[in-house]
């Protein structure tokens, strides 16, 4: 099974057992979080240090911790992987910066003496790492895990658990990751209920927890709030097509004075009628195009309300703005075509606006990701964005839209969302 599968497993094991279990996931993924929240019964959240900054992420993680028994935090990728050739933004860097022990699960479905090479190469790589533990991934059979620990038992590192491989427990996946979880909620719920049965089984659950309450107590600044700009009502799209909002973005929007509206573009015929403010986050439109287009009473209020709106959209939510997608109608107001790719574009950004938009005026810079396998023509150019392969212009502004590839991330900077309420609340107002 999968690294997410693992964590999400735990997660559920643990909640099966009484434990108040929140969760996390390293990096900027959307997709992952969405498990855990079905897990959890908690909102899902995210630790990352490229965007956030690390000093944000032991506040991000008490908040996501408050009230629970234990935080698990899911790496992303390898445990050193991140934003660049060092530990910068990777699993590593989370778990230094928040003192955390680390558990390691090892795919040990092609190895056994040398996982003693890996686990010991992970242990001595970065000194001041607190590798607590390993758990076995996909072993084969019981002298398969026995050769296993054999090998690791001369590194004196705990073994918390073996987990057999089981094809049946790989969840179903696309081109951006996992299935989100609203597009199958059953589905996935049930997968659960077999999945935590299995950790509580396999895995050392007590040896977790104590591992996990050795981590340090300590006091952390709290994160700062937006501040109140006014009542506005703000439609978020949302449903199987544009699941990608982080929560952490719609709180900073609601401490500002949104009041959010849920909208499934799928279904919903028009926007709230107070709406003076319109959130269209990523997801997956390009599966559901089709049902998209058919929708076109939404697609009309939407162009025609647009002038009375302050709208911030992303990604999937550009491509929604866009004419067309893939040669389906959409809604027309962003001046560009969208169609799907087989080349991912994938990374962390540095943007500089380079014209008025509802998030901030010309010379503001923000920090967020792209990660798409979609291309819009023209690509608009009111944002510059930065990343290791170089600078180029990209995206549409004026004052009452930005629509752009990137995704931001408002847990440590509640700016962006002060800005783009204030501009709902002048279009409420010159609407009076």
């Not at 479905?109 to 607590?132: D, E, K, Q, Y």
């Not at 996946?173 to 909620?185: K, N, T, Y």
């Not at 930005?402 to 847990?411: D, E, N, Q, V």
């Not at 440590?412 to 002048?426: Q, S, T």
Request: hydrophobic share 45%; charged share 20%.
């Amino acid at each position: 099974m999968g690294k997410t599968t693992v964590a999400t497993g735990l997660m559920a094991a643990l909640a099966a057992r009484g434990v108040q279990v929140a969760s996390a996931k390293v990096g900027p993924d959307f997709i992952d979080p969405g498990y855990h929240a079905l897990a959890t019964g908690r909102p899902p959240r995210n630790l990352d240090a490229w965007i956030a900054g690390e000093e944000a992420l032991a506040p991000l993680a008490a908040r996501a911790g408050q009230g629970a028994e234990v935080l698990v935090v899911e790496g992303v990728m390898g445990l050193f992987d991140g934003a660049g050739p060092g530990p910068e933004a990777s699993t590593a860097a989370v778990a230094l910066a928040l003192e955390a022990p680390v558990v390691l699960v090892v795919d040990a479905s092609a190895l056994s003496g040398s996982v003693a090479a890996v686990v010991h190469g992970f242990h001595t790589l970065h000194p001041r790492l607190r590798l607590g533990g390993v758990v076995l991934n996909r072993v084969g059979s019981a002298g398969h895990e026995a050769l296993l620990r054999e090998a690791l038992a001369p590194l004196g590192i705990p073994v918390l658990g073996s987990l057999p491989r089981d094809d049946q427990l790989a969840w179903r996946d696309r081109h951006l990751g996992l299935v989100p979880v609203v597009e199958q909620p059953g589905e996935v719920r049930r997968s659960l209920g077999r999945l935590a049965a299995l950790v509580d089984r396999h895995l050392d659950l007590p040896g977790l927890l104590a591992l996990a309450r050795r981590a340090p107590n300590r006091p952390v600044p709290s994160l700062p709030r937006a501040r109140p700009q006014g009542r506005a009502v703000v439609g978020v799209l949302g449903g199987p097509a544009f699941s990608f909002t982080y929560q952490d973005n719609l709180e900073r929007l609601a401490e500002a004075g949104a009041e959010l509206v849920p909208l499934d573009p799928l279904r919903d015929p028009a926007l709230p009628a107070e709406a003076t403010g319109l959130v269209a986050g990523g997801g997956y439109p390009e599966v559901h195009v089709a049902a998209l287009a058919e929708n076109r009473r939404l697609l009309a209020d939407v162009a025609r309300r647009a002038p009375q709106l302050a709208i911030w959209a992303e990604c999937g939510g550009l491509l929604w703005l866009c004419r067309a997608l893939d040669g389906h109608r959409m809604v027309g107001l962003v001046p560009a075509e969208g169609r799907m790719t087989p080349r991912l574009t994938l990374g962390y950004r540095e943007a500089t606006l380079r014209r008025p938009t509802p998030l901030g005026p010309p010379g503001t810079v923000l920090r967020g990701h792209e990660f798409h396998y979609s291309t819009v023509e023209p690509p608009g150019d009111a944002l510059l964005l930065s990343g290791r392969g170089g600078a180029r212009p990209e995206g549409f502004g004026d004052p009452g839209l930005l629509a752009t590839y990137l995704h931001l991330h408002l847990g440590a900077d509640p700016g962006p969302a002060e800005r783009f309420v204030a501009a709902c609340c002048a279009r409420g107002r010159a609407q009076r």
